[in-house]
C-alpha cells in the first residue's frame, strides 16, 4: 500500500498510478494541483481546506472520502464516483464532470459554478444548500434522492431526470429544463421562475405551496398529481394537462390555457380569473368553489363534469360544451354563452342574470330555481325552463319568460 510520502513522489514525477487504491490520507492546500491522478481509488481519504487547479480525476473513485472548505477550479471529474462521501462546504468552479456519479452522500453548502456536468447522475443522498449557476445538467438523473434550499440559476437541465426525489425549497431560474421529468417527486415550497419547461412532466407529484412564475410550460404533464396551494402567474400553460389530478387552491394569473386539458380531475377552489381559456377542456371533471370569472374562452368543453358553487361572471364561454353537466349554485351573471351547448345538462339554483345564451341547445335540459332575468336568449329556452318547472312541480307548466325577469 502506498504511503503518502511515495504516492506525492510518483505524482511529481508524472507517474501514472489509474487503478490503484489510496488509502487513509489526508490533503490540504494546493498540493494536488495539475496532477493526473485518473482511475484512483480514494478510501476512507480526507480533502481539507484544499485549493486544487486542472487536476485530472477523470474515472476515478472516492469512497468514504470527506471533503471540507475546499475549491476546485478547471479540474476534471469524467465518469468519478463519489460513494458514501461527505461534501461540505465545497466550491466546483469551471469543472467538468460529465457522467459523475455521487450515490448514497452528504451534499452541504456547495456550489456548481460555470462547469460541464452533462449525464451527472445523483442516487439515495442527501443535498442541502446546493447553488449551482451557469453549469450545464443536461441529462442529469436525480434518484430518490432529498434537496433541500437548493437553487439551480440559469443552468441547463434539459432532458434532466428527477425520480423519486423529496424536495424542500428548491428554485429553478432563468433554466432550460425542456423535457425534465418530476416523476414520483414531492415538491415543497418550490418556484420555478422565468424558466422554459416545455413538455415538462410532474406527473404523480405532490406539488405543494409553489410559485411559477412567467414560465413556458407549454405541453406540461401533471397526470395524477396532486396540486396544493399552487400559484401560477404569467405562465403558458398551452396544451398542457392536469387529468386525474388532485388540486386545491391552485391560482392562475394571466395565464395561457390554450387547449388545456384537464379530464376526471378535481378541483376545490381553483382559481383562473380573467385567463385565456380557448379550446381547453374539463370533461368529466369536480369543479367546486372556484372562480372563471372574465375567462376569455372559446369552444370549451365541460362534457359530463360536476361544477359546483363556482362563478362565471362576465365568462367568455362562446361555442362551449356543457352537455349533461351538473351545474349547482353557480354564478352566470353577464357571462356570454353564445352557440353554447347544455343538452342534458342539469341546472339548480343557477344565475344567468343578463347572460347571453342566443342559439344555445337545452335538449332535454333540466332547470330548477334558474334566475334568466335580462338574459339574451330566444323562445326555445323558455319552452325548456318551461317544461322542467312542470316537472320539478307536477303541475302544469308555467310560462317564464326572460323579459319579465323570470326566476325558475
Known amino acids: ?9 510518483k505524482m511529481r514525477k508524472g507517474e501514472l ?3 490503484q487504491s489510496i488509502s487513509c490520507m489526508t ?11 485518473q482511475g484512483l481509488r480514494f478510501n476512507f481519504c480526507q480533502f481539507i481546506d484544499c485549493e486544487i487547479e486542472q487536476a485530472n480525476f ?30 461540505e462546504n465545497v466550491d466546483f468552479a469551471n469543472i467538468a464532470a460529465n457522467s459523475m456519479k455521487l ?8 456550489t456548481f459554478d460555470s462547469s460541464e456536468c452533462d449525464e451527472f447522475s445523483v442516487n439515495e443522498s442527501r443535498i442541502h444548500c446546493l447553488h449551482a449557476k451557469s453549469t450545464n445538467f443536461s441529462g442529469l438523473n436525480v434518484m430518490k434522492a432529498v434537496i433541500e434550499h437548493s437553487i439551480f ?28 421529468s418530476f416523476s414520483k417527486s414531492t415538491l415543497i415550497k418550490s418556484k420555478f421562475f422565468e424558466s422554459k419547461c416545455i413538455n415538462l412532466s410532474l406527473s404523480m407529484c405532490q406539488l405543494t405551496h409553489s410559485v411559477v412564475v412567467k414560465c413556458d410550460f407549454t405541453l406540461a404533464d401533471f397526470t395524477k398529481s396532486t396540486l396544493f396551494s399552487v400559484k401560477f402567474d404569467q405562465t403558458n400553460l398551452k396544451k398542457a394537462s392536469m387529468s386525474l389530478v388532485n388540486a386545491e387552491d391552485v391560482t392562475m394569473i394571466s395565464c395561457d390555457l390554450f387547449k388545456f386539458g384537464a379530464h376526471k380531475a378535481s378541483f376545490l377552489r381553483l382559481n383562473i380569473a380573467k385567463c385565456h381559456l380557448k379550446e381547453s377542456s374539463w370533461c368529466n371533471t369536480k369543479i367546486d368553489e372556484s372562480d372563471f ?30 352537455s349533461g353537466a351538473f351545474i349547482y349554485q353557480c354564478n352566470f351573471t353577464s357571462a356570454n354563452l353564445l352557440n353554447s351547448e347544455l343538452s342534458k345538462a342539469s ?11 342566443f342559439n344555445c341547445g337545452f335538449y332535454n335540459a333540466r332547470f330548477v330555481e334558474v334566475n334568466i332575468k335580462d338574459a339574451l336568449t330566444n323562445k326555445y329556452l323558455e319552452r325548456v325552463i318551461d317544461k322542467s318547472l312542470a316537472q320539478e312541480n307536477h303541475q302544469p307548466a308555467l310560462v317564464a319568460r326572460a323579459d319579465q325577469g323570470a326566476i325558475c
Open 27 to 37: 490533503f490540504s492546500k494546493s498540493e494536488l494541483n495539475q496532477f493526473n491522478m
Open 347 to 357: 341546472c339548480i339554483f343557477t344565475s344567468f342574470l343578463g347572460a347571453n345564451l
Open 293 to 322: 370569472s372574465e375567462v376569455q374562452g372559446l369552444k370549451l368543453s365541460f362534457f359530463n363534469s360536476e361544477i359546483k358553487r363556482s362563478n362565471f361572471y362576465r365568462a367568455r364561454l362562446v361555442e362551449s360544451g356543457l
Open 58 to 87: 477523470n474515472h476515478a473513485t472516492f469512497e468514504h472520502c470527506k471533503f471540507h472548505l475546499s475549491k476546485f477550479n478547471r479540474i476534471q471529474l469524467n465518469n468519478a464516483m463519489f460513494i458514501n462521501c461527505t461534501i
Open 103 to 110: 450515490s448514497e452522500s452528504n451534499v452541504l453548502n456547495v
Open 17 to 19: 498510478l489509474e487503478g
Open 1 to 9: 500500500m502506498l504511503t503518502k510520502t511515495r504516492f506525492m513522489r
Open 153 to 180: 440559476d440559469y443552468c441547463n437541465l434539459v432532458f434532466a431526470n428527477f425520480y423519486e426525489i423529496t424536495s424542500r425549497s428548491i428554485n429553478f431560474l432563468s433554466s432550460k429544463m425542456t423535457g425534465c
